[in-house]
């Protein structure tokens, strides 16, 4: 069984080899950064060393058959190292980065129609020309543009070219622990910049610069979302249609799309690999039935392979939606040339393509979820099937489905926890309630744009699909209110979350194969992690911790002390929950910190005097009046917030401090005159909006 399994694999599908090559190729070159002429070195020599092998003799290459296979290994790293290099744009000569300069004049095209923000408009632009001293260079790069909201901006749309001056600056992250990573999420996507743009500058240049398929596609996506808008009443049950059918998210409810997450039901809308299996079998459906097209199997496949990839570009060609297209291509040249493809090679084959497209896919989470959900189904769903037998044919079809969301889940689950820190205990209920009813609701959303010429037909449509997806939401948000549904709170490294693969494949593969030496294995793992989550809880325990966070125009202060939280900042922020789960959530949960209380033990609090354990705190936010005192009072840490007028120099003169620190609803402009000050007094200073938030442990 384990030669024949063994065989399967590397036989059946060859390609899963080269990928692994390939995808080490790219860890290797994004985690040492190797120079590209020693890249290119060595590809040429691998290159050139397997020609030579060939022409050996026979007898020889046999004998010596494992260098061969070392030489085309080494090569295939070496090119998953070429691409990944050639990938970023910022090795390109042509980059804009290369040249711009505080005085440079730069010339960029809007790359998609800007989105609607509640204080600008927000668009992706390339910047083309950057203009030093009467000196124009053709560039190339991406950068997010954010403009003031005027009569002007709001009329901007895809193709119009702009000319303004260089205020670009670096995206760079909060700093916040535990918050998501923009800063790296923006640079697998090649955009290291991003600017602010007000009215008087930047200006509009004369033509339009539109790509004619790129035109086609926003024409085709604005008059889905017109006619969606149209025909389906209701708010909420609108923007569900549109993020069903097109992966449009702007008009989402933030609270619903968490309800979605908490129920473990958000990829419904996040457009994954089962909107275009959905979409793949419905339009072998509908072909089968035209008689013009169902005798043509070559006629069939172009319109299938056409429609899918069309789709695919209407969502903006997330890497979930690009792996099932690219899969689906192979599925359907396979099917109408009737030659079968082991699932593995497909999944590998599509795996290789987008990655030598983009090796950065790798990092996406899109796609890394996409795979092993596929992966999960294709292992462990005959399996788990198998586990029970109903007669009932609705008993059946139930449990089949039940079925493939637990084996999608098992591969998944490890990496939900690691990226979204929380686990849905009723995932299993809610997709048995959602897909169904998302189902009806997809394809009664292309029903309505297919007859949406006919507004009579579209209109009753519409309140059929308003039904539908008014089920589902409601589906949603009572499985949510349900106690106990979520399980949050959840933070495990890198290394825990790849012990905890090692455990579910481990018993997965006893439990299957019956095999005792998979059992230990799984024993042995279980029993490292349990250890290591117990030196967490003992780290926990006795951490005690000041965190000033980096929440642009707010003050924000966490003190820390084993598992409990102390909260000092602005009223404001606590009522909004998207920067409450965006800036402090996620520090909360890095420190395994949960529970809020009403003031720590260990933390002593007189008018704005602080003391944390042994650590003396100043916190000011308005004008201080001093009383005259004989001798300086020692203090750890000053926090200024709220622009108060004071002079460093006055403080210094009352106190003796460590470290000044000013938290991030200073303005910028006052923030530098005080850096100033500490500079000349020679006195150690913190600038949260520039370097982070403010973290120690005490």
Known sequence: MRNSYHIFIWKKAPFLRLLILVVFGILFQFYFTIPINIITVSAIFLFLAF??????PEAIRFRFKVVQGILI????????????????????????GNYIDSGSFLVAM??????????????LASVEIVINKKVQRKSIGKALFYFAKDSVSEKLKYGDKIIFKNPLKAIKNSGNPGAFDYEQYCAFQQIFHQVYLKNDQWKILNGNNAGNYKTVIFTTRNYILQALEKYIPGTDESSLAKALLIGYRVDLDKDLVQAYSNVGVVHLIAISGMHLALIYYFLLWIFARIPVIKK???????????????FSLLTGAPASVIRSAVMFTFVAIGDSFERKNSVFNSLAISAFILLCYDPFMLWDVGFELSYLAV???????KNIYNWFH????????????????LAAQLLTLPVCIYYFHQLPLLFLLSNMIAIPLSTVALWGCIAIVAISPIPFAALYSGKLVRLSIWLLNHSVLLINRIPFSLWHGLFISKTATILLYLIFLSFLHCLIKKNKATLKIGIATTLLFISMMAYKNWKTVHQKIMIVYNIPMNKAIDFIYGNKYYFIGDSTLIK????????????????????????????????NFYQFNDCRILMIETTLAYVPTSHKIDLDYIIISKNPKIKIASLEENFNCKEYIFDASNPTWKIEQWKKECEELHLHFHSVTEQGAFVINL
């Open 51 to 56: 020609c030579i092998f060939s022409f050996l």
């Open 73 to 96: 290994s080494l090569f295939l790293i070496s090119f998953g190292s070429l691409i990944t290099w050639q990938k970023d744009v910022r090795n390109q000569s042509g980059w804009y």
């Open 110 to 123: 809007i790359n998609e129609p800007p989105v609607e923000k509640a204080k600008s408009f927000k668009a």
């Open 296 to 310: 043509s199997k070559l006629t069939r496949l172009i319109l299938v392979l056409f429609c899918m990839w069309f």
């Open 375 to 381: 992966l999960g189904i294709v292992i462990f769903q």
């Open 390 to 405: 109903f007669k009932n044919e609705i008993f059946n079809s139930g449990w089949k489905l039940a079925s493939v969301s």
């Open 576 to 607: 909004n929950h998207l920067l409450v789960n965006y800036n402090l959530k996620p520090a909360r949960i890095s420190f395994r910190a949960m529970q809020n209380a009403p003031l720590l033990n260990n933390l002593f609090v007189k008018n």
